[in-house]
């Protein structure tokens, strides 16, 4: 078993409040934020371990691989990956400017012919771009069957086919797909028994939410290999597909009054807020 | 039960804007105790002053009329330093909270005391500086409560404690007059520095009202390590080791598994690792040599230090691990009753002190939930007692009392401190002895005395006067 996780690097969501347009609205500004993995990514590879080991250690012969494109930089984040359990890396340089979701999917299809994983495992979209594109022509490209936003995966014992819950209104769709195939994961899937594997005890339960790195593996992710290349390595056409044509801020919230009391607020609802 | 006079009302009604005094019970009740829990409140009053001005005119008339005043800021105390319980008038300075520009060269910023930590922290962060006093209550606590406290916290091992992060002071006597003290200098060598008499005094001798506070360069890119350890004794030998690492060391911390209990009974916080270990480790490093730094951990590894650990990968991370050491003492007090105790130690003595105070709480709380925590890289221990829940309120003080003595003996014995960072207030007040001589509790005495004739601040908060 064999699976693939795309990576990409964001400016830190927690700082969001942060970011920055640049005078004239041409770009998002995210200096001085520091650089973590997009969450959903991470939840990807969380995903992709609880597959590839039976609560406690890894199955033998089964291998995750990491795949990311951006600046050299990068590399740290697809280290934190290593450390987190995954077993290599490979980084595919360019400006982070020079992507867009059309590009890394169409590059991803070239990563995924060299590499031929049985699944790839992605976050179901970015929290910088918010486009959720990349898993959807990716499986199009390859002609793979997918799942997007998976909330649960069930790997079959025979690894030939695996299930995945998708939440939607008023319930839980779920889909059974035959390997090779795509995944995106949503938040839910990094909770207690979301990824079962038909080896890690059912009674087994992981903490909820992406792994800490262990210090041993951390120790180890130094030895582990990253195989860098620049994007156009992959003969893929770097044209991007996407143009922003403008950024701007929300409007300010405004301020809101102090009333008196309940009689001033009954009547400022009735008038000023004609919500009675 | 003493309440103001109606004369000292009327004054009081006469000389400030009429929402400047409380008598209103909830008002009472809620200003008059801190976040110790075994004092009932009882004040006559609440005031809050909107400035130094009014805080001075407070407090001229309540001493004129021999009512005693509280000083109080974020009251989250631990000793009952704030704590009013005799009819005393509550001078909350949660009115003033004003925060003045930053001064980006002199590394400075002027402060009213009721601004809250962890707003000064917002503010300074902006222009990359930071005034290094950090704990966990500092999103309630009062720069003016931790300056009148000199409180310690989790940054201690790198910084100091609140005194050396402190130039100028405003300070109202018990007359009503108005100190500026020391300004915002960094030198100045004319004689007595009186601002220091004003910061660890718990109020006793002046009302902080504002502060020009010293910052310092935010530190650069930190690790936060979490590790398990198999005791008390592993806990110190990895100090040893880390002190000589490379690296700059910017908190070490520890607690026990039962400190983690309450924690994910309360806030349902884990330890993210699976190897149950009784003692936990929570280190913070600037190391700008991750390489070095990795061989370092490798090697506590094979040198059988640890049991297993993590390593924050990122800020949110490293905050993640802060929350377990953060949220203990609020979930000890959110799921029972603990009994208290922050020692200090001299690094040299820390091991044979724990290696006997071990038995004596075994010794005299013989199956009772002992919950052990601190900042031990500055030999400040937290040694709680949580109470059973089938004991009596009563009983479980009279027998914790009785087991402090034992304790503080062990502490002197060490040339310790019965009270490291939460200040002496009323918890501590029977044990000065243990930490300080007649001779200096006779100096102590004479300078409350020369400053506060009527005592009316903070009376019977650190000694009872004799």
Known sequence: M????????????????????????????????????????????????????????????????????????????????????????????????SLDGDLVARALAKVVEAQKPDLVILGKQAVDGDSNQVAQVLAETLGWPSATFAMSVNLSADKKTVTVGREVDGGVVKLTLTLPAVISVDLRIVGAKAVTNNVTPAAFAYNDGPRFAPLPMIIKAKTKPIAEAPLASLGVDTGLKVRYTGFELPAARKAGIKVKDVADLVERLRTDAKAL | ?????????????????????????????????????????????????????????????????????????????????????????????????????????????????????????????????????????????????????????????????????????????????????????????????????????????????????????????????????SDLAAVLALFRVARRGPFVLSAYEFFTDKCIARVQRHRKLRVPFDTACSHYVLMEVEAHDRDALEAWLASLFEEGLVVDGTMSQDSSQAAALWALREGISESLSATGMPHKNDVALPIAELEAFCARFEAVFAARYPGWEIVTFGHIGDGNLHLNVMKPDAMRREDFLAQTHEADRELFELVRHHRGSISAEHGVGLLKKPWLSYSRTPEEIAMLVAVKRALDPNNTLNPGKIFDLP
């Not at chain 2, 400047?20 to 409140?41: F, I, N």
């Not at chain 2, 109080?72 to 000793?79: D, E, I, K, N, P």
């Open chain 2, 1 to 229: 039960m003493a309440t103001l006079s109606d004369e000292l009302r009327a004054s009081l009604r006469e000389a400030l804007p009429p929402d400047t005094v409380s008598y209103d019970p909830a008002d009472l009740a809620e200003y008059g105790r801190d976040w110790t829990k075994v004092y009932a409140p009882a004040p006559s009053a609440v005031a809050f002053p909107r400035s130094t001005d009014e805080v001075a005119r407070i407090v001229a008339l309540c001493d004129k009329y021999g009512a005693r005043v509280v000083p109080s800021g974020g009251r989250t105390g631990l000793a009952g330093g704030a704590v009013a319980r005799d009819g005393e008038l509550v001078l909350s300075l949660s009115r003033m909270r004003a925060i003045d520009p930053v001064d980006p060269v002199a590394m400075t910023v002027r402060v009213d005391a009721g601004a809250v930590t962890e707003a000064v922290h917002q503010r300074c962060a902006e222009h990359g500086l930071t005034w290094p006093v950090d704990f966990a209550s500092k999103g309630s606590s009062h720069v003016g409560g931790n300056i009148a406290t000199n409180a310690g916290g989790v940054k201690v091992i790198r910084y100091g404690l609140t005194r050396q992060w402190v130039l100028g002071l405003v300070v109202v006597t018990a007359k009503g007059d108005v100190l500026r003290l020391n300004g915002a200098l960094e030198k100045n060598n004319t004689g007595l520095d009186l601002r220091q008499l004003f910061i660890g005094t718990e109020g006793t001798l002046g009302v902080i009202t504002e502060a020009t506070l010293k910052l310092t360069r935010l530190p650069g890119p930190s690790q936060v390590l979490l590790l398990g350890v």
């Open chain 1, 2 to 97: 064999k699976i693939l996780v795309s990576l990409k690097r964001t400016a830190d969501p927690d700082n969001a409040n942060k970011v920055k347009v640049a005078p004239g609205g041409a770009k998002i500004v995210t200096d001085g934020l520091e650089p973590k993995v997009n969450p959903f990514d991470e939840y990807a590879v969380e995903t992709a371990l609880r597959l590839v080991e039976n609560g406690k250690t890894r199955i033998a012969g089964d291998t995750v691989v990491v795949a990311s494109f951006g600046p050299k930089e990068a590399a740290t984040n697809i280290r934190q990956s290593l450390a987190m359990g995954a077993d290599s890396g490979l980084l595919f340089t360019t400006d982070d400017d």
